[in-house]
């Protein structure tokens, strides 16, 4: 038994891994460093919110072919074109050293006869080896996400002279990446720069994607008390009592140490995201700060009153290293509802020693029966995955037909579902992965199957191949239960800091995140009277709160000018 827990958390591990690389690039943002980062970054989580705002979805352009602009390919001769990019994986067991390892990457290549020397840094240094790239001014001809690491993002990059705009080259040689950006005014908004110029090529989600990121509970303890699945904060209340009350559980809710979440899930119904995530959001073009709102005080009354009565974890504010919730509250009974992730539902039932646990999905609280929430977990259809062009290109125009590639169907189906008849057949004109990767013979889990065989190229993102691994609770999460009081109107787009106001975000931010997290801890905890709350908010604009939202309304205002 217990080696079959320890198989099913590693499972757990690499579908967390892999979910991060493969979402992790889809980003609502609120930019810390002048980048785009996400807007959960300000708690330290790593994520990807948001979605269109017109809700289309960004399929694929027709066909196309692999010609424009004088290239063809294969191209007769061979050609070599350098490219920095963060590794595919650090798994020894991949046998992943660069991308050319790769059987899709190799396939590209021998379909293009453009050869592309990998410059990959080394694990925990990737930051430290850019900005050394950066420094020495000798760059390669492609700079994978330089939007999100270079301070400023592509704007500044092509101030610098770092990286060149597109805008000569997109509407001959990026003709299918362009008709792929151009199916929604604003994923065409979003693939450009303040200055109005596209300086990369973008991963664009290829449908929009559902949320894989919501509240859950255990829906056998539900059947046997013979409750109804919760709906308002006050039918929380009621279940998480009878949690504690009738299962013995010890730590009914469980939430991170912010006191929240990777997106502000559970308190979206108040209004408000939390430290964990969401933090800033708009409402009518207007920034708003959610630790300084009014919806963040009712948030917290009645978190102070679940924490008084056990029915929030005792020990939450601890447990600073816990991302997900601990195995050793949810797969015990001690832990009653989480946020979870869709993939990793049905692992608890695998994990934990209780044949009867059924942990599935469940909609965020609402303050009112019928309200509608606007914030959650929700993508952008443009991700932050992307590749610039480097001033030092001295054939800027076939990587431009190289990186246009990937917005074809059939480059994109051989980047993210691999060479047919290997690891994937078409039917019904859908790509369908095979047993090399659903039951790989080397005993390798799917999503590591995926990395192994797999690469992530610009354009066109498949990211719905995930959901031939998924399972029906999985399906339903993602698809159905999460989006059902929920949308994403209020969620910040990607917006850029100037380095300038990066600098000075950064600074400001530090203080003001530090002193919410204390005194969001002292409320819950009852070590602060709620009394005090509006003296707290007085409090952070002392410390430069009203700059530091004027610092994000700028970027927005940019973003909406573009």
């Given amino acids: 038994m217990k080696a079959k827990r320890v198989l099913a958390l590693l499972l757990a591990l690499a579908l967390c891994a ?30 990807s919110e948001a979605g269109t705002e017109s809700g289309e979805d960004a399929s694929a352009p027709e066909g196309g072919d692999a010609a424009g602009g004088g290239y063809s390919f294969p191209l007769a001769e061979p050609v070599t074109l350098t490219a920095w990019r963060t590794a595919a994986t650090t798994d020894p067991k991949l046998g992943i050293v660069t991308y050319n390892d790769i059987e899709s990457v190799m396939e590209w290549e021998k379909r293009t006869n453009v050869h592309i020397d990998w410059q990959i840094p080394t694990s925990g240094q990737e930051t430290e080896n850019f900005n050394l790239m950066i420094t020495s001014g000798d760059y390669p001809d492609l700079i994978f996400d330089a939007n999100a690491r270079y301070v400023g993002g592509l704007g500044k990059a092509i101030q610098d002279g770092v990286v060149r705009p597109l805008d000569d080259m997109i509407e001959t040689l990026g003709k299918d990446y362009l ?132 029915l929030l974890d005792a020990d939450y504010y601890t447990r600073t290293t816990s991302t997900t919730v601990p195995e050793t509250l949810a797969n015990t009974g001690d832990s009653g509802a989480w946020p979870d992730i869709y993939t990793l539902l049905s692992i608890h039932t695998t994990a934990s020693e209780d044949p009867n646990i059924d942990v599935v999905a469940v909609p965020a609280p609402v303050e009112k029966e019928g309200d509608q929430l606007h914030l959650r977990q929700y993508n952008w259809t443009r991700g932050t995955d992307c590749c610039a062009i480097s001033t030092s290109c001295e054939n800027p125009e076939l990587a431009m037909a190289w990186l246009n590639l990937g917005s074809q169907q059939d480059f994109a189906y051989l980047a993210y579902y691999g060479i047919e008849g290997e690891t994937h057949t078409i039917e019904d004109g859908k790509p369908v992965f095979t047993d090399k990767v659903l039951n790989n013979p080397e005993g390798l889990v799917p999503n590591d199957a995926m990395i192994k065989y797999c690469w992530r190229s610009p354009g066109m993102y498949i990211w719905d191949r995930e959901l031939q691994t998924a399972d029906e609770k999985s399906l339903a999460a993602i698809n159905d239960i999460w989006v059902s009081n929920a949308d994403g109107d209020y969620m910040m787009p990607n917006v850029t800091l100037t380095a300038e106001e990066g600098t000075r975000y950064a600074t400001l931010l530090g203080d003001i995140k530090t002193y919410a997290e204390e005194m969001t801890t002292k409320f819950i905890l009852g070590n602060e009277p709620l009394e005090n709350f509006d003296s707290y908010v007085e409090s952070m604009k002392g410390m430069g709160l009203e700059e530091m939202i004027s610092l994000q309304q700028a970027a927005l205002d940019r973003f909406n000018a573009r």
């Fill in 18 to 47: 892999s979910l991060f690389a493969a979402c992790g690039g889809d980003g609502g943002s609120s930019s810390s460093a002048g980048g785009t980062s996400s807007a959960s970054s300000e708690a330290g989580g790593e994520s």
């Fill in 179 to 310: 008709a792929l950006i151009s199916q929604d005014e604003m994923v065409l908004k979003d693939c450009k720069t303040d200055d109005g110029q596209f300086g990369a090529v973008f991963a664009i989600n290829c449908p929009d994607q559902g949320p894989w990121y919501g509240m859950a509970m255990r829906q056998d303890w539900l059947t046997e008390l013979k409750l109804d699945t919760p709906v308002t904060y006050d039918d929380w209340h009621d279940v998480l009592t009878a949690f504690k009350e009738k299962k013995g559980a010890k730590a009914p809710l469980w939430l991170t140490y912010t006191a929240g979440d990777w997106f502000g899930v559970f308190s979206a119904g108040y209004g408000v995201g939390n430290l964990g995530g969401n933090t800033f959001f708009r409402v009518d073009n207007q920034v708003k700060y959610s630790p300084a709102e009014e919806g963040y005080k009712k948030y917290l009354t009645t978190l102070h009153q679940w924490y008084s009565e056990g």
